[in-house]
Protein backbone atom coordinates (compact mmCIF):
# COMPACT_ATOMS: atom_id res chain seq x y z
CA UNK A 1 0.00 0.00 0.00
CA UNK A 2 1.52 3.06 -0.49
CA UNK A 3 2.08 5.65 2.39
CA UNK A 4 2.18 9.13 0.30
CA UNK A 5 -1.76 7.64 -0.24
CA UNK A 6 -2.64 6.68 3.19
CA UNK A 7 -1.32 9.66 4.79
CA UNK A 8 -3.54 11.61 2.31
CA UNK A 9 -6.48 9.95 2.90
CA UNK A 10 -5.96 10.07 6.98
CA UNK A 11 -5.28 13.71 7.42
CA UNK A 12 -8.67 15.26 6.60
CA UNK A 13 -9.84 13.49 9.53
CA UNK A 14 -6.51 13.86 11.55
CA UNK A 15 -7.02 17.14 11.07
CA UNK A 16 -10.58 17.90 12.94
CA UNK A 17 -10.10 14.38 15.05
CA UNK A 18 -10.02 16.57 18.52
CA UNK A 19 -12.01 19.22 17.61
CA UNK A 20 -15.37 19.20 19.62
CA UNK A 21 -18.68 18.11 17.80
CA UNK A 22 -21.89 18.80 18.11
CA UNK A 23 -25.25 16.48 18.71
CA UNK A 24 -27.37 16.06 15.78
CA UNK A 25 -30.12 18.64 14.72
CA UNK A 26 -30.47 17.53 11.56
CA UNK A 27 -31.68 14.09 10.41
CA UNK A 28 -29.89 10.68 10.44
CA UNK A 29 -27.68 9.17 7.82
CA UNK A 30 -30.28 7.29 6.80
CA UNK A 31 -31.40 10.34 5.00
CA UNK A 32 -28.35 10.24 2.44
CA UNK A 33 -28.07 5.97 2.29
CA UNK A 34 -29.72 6.07 -1.19
CA UNK A 35 -27.90 9.44 -2.18
CA UNK A 36 -26.81 7.57 -5.49
CA UNK A 37 -30.17 7.88 -6.98
CA UNK A 38 -29.69 11.79 -6.41
CA UNK A 39 -29.06 14.18 -8.90
CA UNK A 40 -25.43 13.87 -9.77
CA UNK A 41 -23.45 17.78 -10.06
CA UNK A 42 -20.41 16.09 -11.36
CA UNK A 43 -21.21 14.01 -14.74
CA UNK A 44 -17.80 13.29 -14.65
CA UNK A 45 -15.66 13.10 -11.64
CA UNK A 46 -13.02 15.80 -10.54
CA UNK A 47 -9.73 16.43 -9.60
CA UNK A 48 -7.22 18.97 -8.80
CA UNK A 49 -8.72 22.26 -7.22
CA UNK A 50 -11.11 23.75 -9.64
CA UNK A 51 -12.64 26.50 -6.86
CA UNK A 52 -8.74 26.93 -5.57
CA UNK A 53 -9.95 26.35 -1.92
CA UNK A 54 -9.30 22.97 -1.56
CA UNK A 55 -6.33 23.24 -0.26
CA UNK A 56 -5.45 19.73 1.12
CA UNK A 57 -8.81 18.76 2.85
CA UNK A 58 -11.48 16.64 1.15
CA UNK A 59 -8.69 14.02 0.61
CA UNK A 60 -6.20 16.88 -1.55
CA UNK A 61 -6.08 17.58 -4.90
CA UNK A 62 -5.26 13.87 -5.78
CA UNK A 63 -8.62 12.71 -5.19
CA UNK A 64 -11.86 12.07 -7.64
CA UNK A 65 -14.50 13.60 -6.06
CA UNK A 66 -18.22 13.34 -7.30
CA UNK A 67 -20.98 15.68 -5.36
CA UNK A 68 -24.67 14.76 -5.36
CA UNK A 69 -27.63 16.87 -4.26
CA UNK A 70 -31.42 15.63 -3.01
CA UNK A 71 -34.11 16.36 -4.67
CA UNK A 72 -35.27 19.20 -1.72
CA UNK A 73 -32.09 21.08 -2.83
CA UNK A 74 -31.68 20.11 -6.54
CA UNK A 75 -33.65 23.09 -8.49
CA UNK A 76 -31.48 25.52 -6.54
CA UNK A 77 -27.65 23.82 -7.57
CA UNK A 78 -29.04 24.08 -11.53
CA UNK A 79 -29.96 27.27 -11.21
CA UNK A 80 -33.41 26.97 -11.86
CA UNK A 81 -34.39 28.08 -8.13
CA UNK A 82 -32.34 30.87 -6.56
CA UNK A 83 -30.24 30.92 -3.36
CA UNK A 84 -30.50 29.64 -0.51
CA UNK A 85 -30.95 26.15 -0.22
CA UNK A 86 -34.36 25.40 1.25
CA UNK A 87 -34.44 23.29 4.61
CA UNK A 88 -33.99 19.84 4.08
CA UNK A 89 -31.35 20.36 1.17
CA UNK A 90 -28.88 17.98 1.61
CA UNK A 91 -25.07 17.66 -0.46
CA UNK A 92 -22.84 14.81 -0.38
CA UNK A 93 -19.54 14.70 -1.73
CA UNK A 94 -17.49 11.18 -2.34
CA UNK A 95 -13.91 11.43 -2.22
CA UNK A 96 -11.49 8.45 -3.95
CA UNK A 97 -8.01 8.68 -3.23
CA UNK A 98 -7.06 8.35 -6.43
CA UNK A 99 -8.78 7.06 -10.07
CA UNK A 100 -8.24 3.44 -9.30
CA UNK A 101 -10.33 3.85 -6.35
CA UNK A 102 -12.85 5.87 -8.26
CA UNK A 103 -13.31 3.05 -11.26
CA UNK A 104 -14.38 -0.03 -8.40
CA UNK A 105 -15.98 2.79 -6.26
CA UNK A 106 -13.19 1.69 -3.48
CA UNK A 107 -13.55 3.14 0.13
CA UNK A 108 -15.07 6.41 -0.73
CA UNK A 109 -14.83 9.07 2.46
CA UNK A 110 -18.57 10.96 2.75
CA UNK A 111 -18.46 14.43 3.72
CA UNK A 112 -22.14 15.95 3.82
CA UNK A 113 -24.21 19.45 3.96
CA UNK A 114 -27.51 19.51 5.60
CA UNK A 115 -29.95 22.66 5.58
CA UNK A 116 -31.35 22.73 8.86
CA UNK A 117 -34.84 24.07 9.20
CA UNK A 118 -34.86 27.96 9.45
CA UNK A 119 -33.34 29.53 12.53
CA UNK A 120 -31.03 26.75 13.40
CA UNK A 121 -27.01 27.06 13.87
CA UNK A 122 -27.16 30.58 12.30
CA UNK A 123 -23.17 30.96 12.90
CA UNK A 124 -23.18 28.15 9.78
CA UNK A 125 -25.45 29.63 7.73
CA UNK A 126 -27.89 27.05 8.36
CA UNK A 127 -25.90 24.32 7.55
CA UNK A 128 -24.85 21.10 9.50
CA UNK A 129 -21.51 19.44 8.23
CA UNK A 130 -20.96 15.80 8.94
CA UNK A 131 -17.25 14.77 8.99
CA UNK A 132 -16.53 11.06 7.35
CA UNK A 133 -16.68 9.42 10.75
CA UNK A 134 -20.07 10.71 11.27
CA UNK A 135 -19.44 13.17 13.62
CA UNK A 136 -21.06 16.23 13.14
CA UNK A 137 -20.72 20.45 13.60
CA UNK A 138 -23.16 22.92 13.77
CA UNK A 139 -23.46 26.05 15.84
CA UNK A 140 -20.58 27.25 17.79
CA UNK A 141 -18.48 23.58 17.70
CA UNK A 142 -14.97 23.88 16.28
CA UNK A 143 -16.19 21.25 13.63
CA UNK A 144 -18.65 23.48 12.13
CA UNK A 145 -16.14 26.10 12.70
CA UNK A 146 -13.49 24.42 10.36
CA UNK A 147 -15.91 23.49 7.92
CA UNK A 148 -17.39 26.96 8.05
CA UNK A 149 -13.99 29.23 7.63
CA UNK A 150 -13.41 27.58 4.27
CA UNK A 151 -17.20 26.76 2.53
CA UNK A 152 -17.48 31.07 3.30
CA UNK A 153 -15.48 31.44 0.60
CA UNK A 154 -18.93 30.29 -1.61
CA UNK A 155 -21.23 32.66 0.83
CA UNK A 156 -22.56 34.13 -2.04
CA UNK A 157 -23.79 30.64 -3.48
CA UNK A 158 -25.10 29.50 0.24
CA UNK A 159 -21.87 28.00 0.98
CA UNK A 160 -21.82 25.71 -1.96
CA UNK A 161 -18.85 25.48 -4.19
CA UNK A 162 -19.86 23.26 -6.59
CA UNK A 163 -23.16 23.76 -7.97
CA UNK A 164 -24.47 23.12 -11.73
CA UNK A 165 -23.73 26.08 -12.90
CA UNK A 166 -19.97 26.42 -12.00
CA UNK A 167 -19.17 22.97 -13.00
CA UNK A 168 -20.73 23.58 -16.80
CA UNK A 169 -18.34 26.66 -16.55
CA UNK A 170 -15.16 25.35 -15.45
CA UNK A 171 -15.06 21.58 -17.06
C1 LIG B 1 -9.97 24.36 3.21
C2 LIG B 1 -11.27 24.42 2.61
C3 LIG B 1 -12.38 23.43 2.97
C4 LIG B 1 -12.70 22.91 4.21
C5 LIG B 1 -12.03 23.15 5.55
C6 LIG B 1 -13.87 22.06 4.00
N1 LIG B 1 -14.23 22.07 2.67
FE1 LIG B 1 -15.84 21.11 1.84
N2 LIG B 1 -15.28 21.78 0.02
C7 LIG B 1 -14.19 22.59 -0.27
C8 LIG B 1 -14.11 22.79 -1.70
C9 LIG B 1 -13.06 23.64 -2.41
C10 LIG B 1 -15.19 22.11 -2.27
C11 LIG B 1 -15.53 22.03 -3.75
C12 LIG B 1 -15.36 20.66 -4.31
C13 LIG B 1 -13.96 20.20 -4.49
O1 LIG B 1 -13.08 20.95 -4.98
O2 LIG B 1 -13.73 19.04 -4.15
C14 LIG B 1 -15.91 21.48 -1.16
C15 LIG B 1 -17.08 20.75 -1.31
C16 LIG B 1 -17.81 20.20 -0.30
C17 LIG B 1 -19.08 19.53 -0.46
C18 LIG B 1 -19.88 19.44 -1.74
C19 LIG B 1 -20.72 20.72 -1.93
C20 LIG B 1 -19.91 21.93 -2.36
O3 LIG B 1 -19.83 22.91 -1.60
O4 LIG B 1 -19.33 21.88 -3.45
C21 LIG B 1 -19.45 19.07 0.77
C22 LIG B 1 -20.70 18.29 1.12
C23 LIG B 1 -18.40 19.46 1.71
N3 LIG B 1 -17.43 20.15 1.04
C24 LIG B 1 -18.41 19.16 3.07
C25 LIG B 1 -17.43 19.61 3.97
C26 LIG B 1 -17.41 19.24 5.38
C27 LIG B 1 -18.41 18.35 6.07
C28 LIG B 1 -16.31 19.87 5.92
C29 LIG B 1 -15.78 19.81 7.33
C30 LIG B 1 -15.62 18.51 7.93
C31 LIG B 1 -15.65 20.60 4.84
N4 LIG B 1 -16.36 20.42 3.68
C32 LIG B 1 -14.50 21.36 5.00
C33 LIG B 1 -13.33 23.14 0.64
C34 LIG B 1 -13.34 22.88 2.02
Redesign the pocket.
Known sequence: MNLKIMTTAGF?LLL?ACMSTSDPLGPPESAWADYLSWYK?TPEA?T???????????DGTR?F?Q?YVNSVGEPVNRGTRGFPYPPGSI???E?FNNRAALDSRRNPDL???IKLPQGQSLETGGWE????DG?R?NGASD?AA??R???L??AA?D?????SV?YQNNR
Open positions: FTVEGDPTGFLGSVHARILVKSTVMYVRPAGLFCDCHFATYNFINF
